[in-house]
């Protein structure tokens, strides 16, 4: 029937899924160590009118898919009403069967909203004005969503010159589920577009209170910035690369390197991968020199319509998986700092499923026994956060690795109902485990398969990160 398409059973083919699922996996806490969620919104507790403001806005994902059903850019990022931008979404929802879009829209639906009917035309003004009456319960702000979805501790994305002040009224006003920054350098190193990235020289001159002379006196600003937000209980880096960089340089060279950036001249290819080599290698020394956790997304082929980037700017959905080489600059880049003795723990993700099995061995390579699991296998990320790709990721690292030890699943997301992600992937996880059991692949053992479980849920992200709760 139509109102049991997201039954308490779903995706749980065997008794052992969902015995694990209901009395393991579904009681864990939320720790969201990666995201995109705007910490202001959170400082403010903001309320939201209807469900489009929470649901539409940003989300990028919906907005390709409402593209591919023939919908004009007014409903997507235009001036389009809350109301008509809801509608169109609906009509397309229909035309997602076994997009991962699906399963997400009804999930997220269910909780927090308690909607179980199916999102079409017919549907759309019944579910449209019950969430807008929802949301005007404290219950359904920012806050009270979060709240709702157990989430115990959540890591923004924010950029080095941030001033976080918004992550410091969030601690200040002693909200019980800790919300923590994460430093993305990107703009720092991106220098292919010298004139933006003078702009952002400029911003972390102003930031760190120190001049920018020369790469000695660069480097010296930015970790001026990372201990600022080392103060400010970050413990995570991210960095959103197409590949690892690690080209053999000198330090005259990037000397000179960076004279050419602050002179606006531009560099040629040899001289910006040069220079994201070394700022990848100075990065790596300051997480680790703290004890942080490295995140290394590579994989995007970004901003590929230019025409529409041009309009309506970056993260609007015109991004798709890339293939470049991972391998050979990845383990160079690793060694720099492993023999150094220099190399953070590390989550590497891949947006290529190709390279599932290559990152597995990958961080076989650099396991050395201080931490259980120091380097980890990401959770299947931005395309391939559904079911197959999700499953192909826990299968590559269940054979190649320890997935007992994965610090588990993540949101990347922007918006406040994201967190049935989390649930998503924890009956992906214990269906996998379930239907081993039944072909006989893994002892029938509760107890041991609860704990695995419960650990990859919530646990293992605890103790892997070290921040306060």
């Given at each position: 029937?139509?109102s049991?398409?997201?039954?308490?059973?779903?995706?749980?083919?065997?008794?052992?899924a969902r015995?694990?699922?209901?009395q393991?996996a579904?009681?864990?806490?939320?720790?969201?160590?990666?995201?995109?969620?705007?910490?202001q919104?959170?400082?403010?507790?903001?309320?939201?009118?209807?469900?489009?403001?929470?649901?539409?806005?940003?989300?990028h994902?919906?907005?390709r898919?409402?593209?591919?059903?023939?919908?004009d850019?007014?409903?997507?990022?235009?001036?389009a009403?809350?109301?008509?931008?809801?509608?169109?979404?609906?009509q397309?929802?229909?035309?997602?069967?076994?997009?991962?879009?699906?399963?997400?829209?009804?999930?997220?639906?269910?909780?927090?909203?308690?909607?179980?009917?199916?999102?079409?035309?017919?549907t759309?003004?019944?579910?449209?004005?019950?969430?807008?009456?929802?949301l005007?319960?404290p219950?359904?702000?920012?806050?009270g969503?979060?709240?709702?979805?157990?989430v115990?501790?959540?890591?923004?994305t924010?950029?080095?010159?941030?001033?976080?002040?918004?992550?410091r009224?969030?601690?200040?006003?002693?909200?019980?589920?800790?919300?923590?920054?994460?430093?993305?350098?990107?703009?720092?190193?991106?220098?292919?577009n010298?004139k933006?990235?003078?702009?952002?020289?400029?911003?972390?001159?102003?930031a760190?209170?120190?001049?920018?002379?020369?790469?000695?006196s660069?480097v010296?600003a930015?970790?001026?910035r990372?201990?600022?937000?080392?103060?400010?209980?970050?413990r995570?880096?991210?960095?959103?690369i197409?590949?690892a960089?690690?080209?053999?340089y000198t330090?005259s060279?990037?000397?000179?390197?960076?004279?050419?950036?602050r002179?606006?001249?531009?560099?040629n290819l040899?001289?910006?991968?040069?220079?994201?080599?070394a700022?990848?290698?100075?990065?790596?020394?300051?997480?680790?020199e703290?004890?942080w956790?490295?995140?290394l997304?590579m994989?995007a082929?970004?901003?590929n319509?230019?025409?529409?980037?041009?309009?309506?700017g970056?993260?609007?959905?015109?991004?798709?998986?890339?293939?470049?080489?991972?391998?050979?600059?990845?383990?160079?880049?690793l060694?720099?700092?492993?023999s150094?003795?220099?190399?953070?723990?590390?989550?590497?993700?891949n947006?290529n499923p190709?390279?599932n099995?290559?990152?597995?061995?990958?961080i076989?390579?650099?396991?050395d026994?201080?931490v259980?699991?120091?380097?980890?296998?990401?959770?299947?990320?931005?395309?391939l956060?559904?079911?197959d790709?999700m499953?192909?990721?826990?299968?590559?690292?269940?054979?190649l690795?320890?997935?007992?030890?994965?610090?588990?699943m993540?949101?990347?997301?922007?918006?406040f109902?994201?967190y049935?992600?989390?649930?998503?992937f924890r009956r992906?996880?214990c269906?996998?485990?379930g239907?081993?059991?039944?072909?006989?692949?893994?002892?029938?053992?509760?107890?041991?398969l609860?704990q695995?479980?419960?650990?990859?849920?919530y646990n293992?992200?605890?103790?892997?990160?070290?921040?306060?709760?």
């Open positions: 029937m139509v049991e398409f997201i039954h308490q059973d779903f995706l749980l083919q065997t008794d052992i015995n694990l699922y209901h393991h579904e009681k864990m806490p939320i720790f969201d160590y990666h995201c995109h969620l705007p910490v919104q959170v400082a403010d507790d903001a309320r939201f009118e209807n469900i489009t403001q929470v649901w539409l806005y940003g989300d994902y919906k907005w898919a409402m593209r591919t059903n023939g919908v850019e007014r409903f997507c990022t235009g001036d009403s809350d109301w008509e931008k809801f509608q169109m979404w609906a397309t929802v229909p035309f997602c069967l076994r997009n991962p879009l699906y399963h997400w829209t009804h999930m997220e639906l269910k909780r927090p909203f308690g909607i179980t009917k199916l999102l079409s035309p017919d759309a003004k019944e579910i449209y004005d019950k969430c807008s009456e929802l005007k319960s219950k359904f702000s920012a806050r969503i979060m709240h709702q979805m157990n115990k501790i959540v890591c923004t924010d950029d080095p010159v941030d001033d976080l002040r918004y992550h009224k969030i601690a200040t006003d002693g909200f019980e589920i800790k919300v923590y920054p994460a430093w993305r350098p990107d703009k720092g190193m991106a220098a292919e010298t933006a990235m003078n702009a952002w020289i400029e911003k972390l001159q102003s760190s209170n120190l001049e920018v002379k020369d790469f000695t660069y010296e930015i970790r001026k990372h201990d600022f937000f080392h103060e400010n209980n970050c995570l880096s991210d960095h959103g197409e590949t960089y690690s080209e053999d330090d060279e990037i000397e000179k390197i960076f004279a050419k950036i002179k606006d001249k531009t560099l040899d001289e910006i991968l040069k220079f994201k080599s700022m990848m290698y100075e990065f790596g020394l300051m997480d680790a703290k004890g956790v490295q995140q997304h994989g082929l970004r901003n319509n230019s025409r529409l980037f041009k309009s309506l970056p993260d609007t959905g015109f991004d798709s998986i890339g293939d470049f080489e991972v391998g050979k600059p990845l383990v160079k880049f060694d720099r700092l492993d150094q003795n220099k190399l953070a723990k590390t989550i590497l993700y947006l190709r390279d099995e290559l990152l597995a061995t990958m076989g390579n650099f396991q026994g201080s259980a699991g120091k380097m980890q296998l990401g959770s299947g990320w931005w395309f956060d559904q079911k790709g499953e192909k990721q826990i299968n590559a690292l269940s054979s690795g320890l997935l007992s030890r994965f610090v588990g993540l949101t990347d997301s922007r918006s109902l994201s049935p992600r989390h649930e998503y992906l996880l269906n996998i485990i239907n081993d059991v039944e072909a006989g692949l893994i002892p029938k053992d509760i107890k041991l609860g695995m479980v419960e650990d990859i849920s293992n992200a605890k103790n892997y990160f070290g921040m306060k709760l």
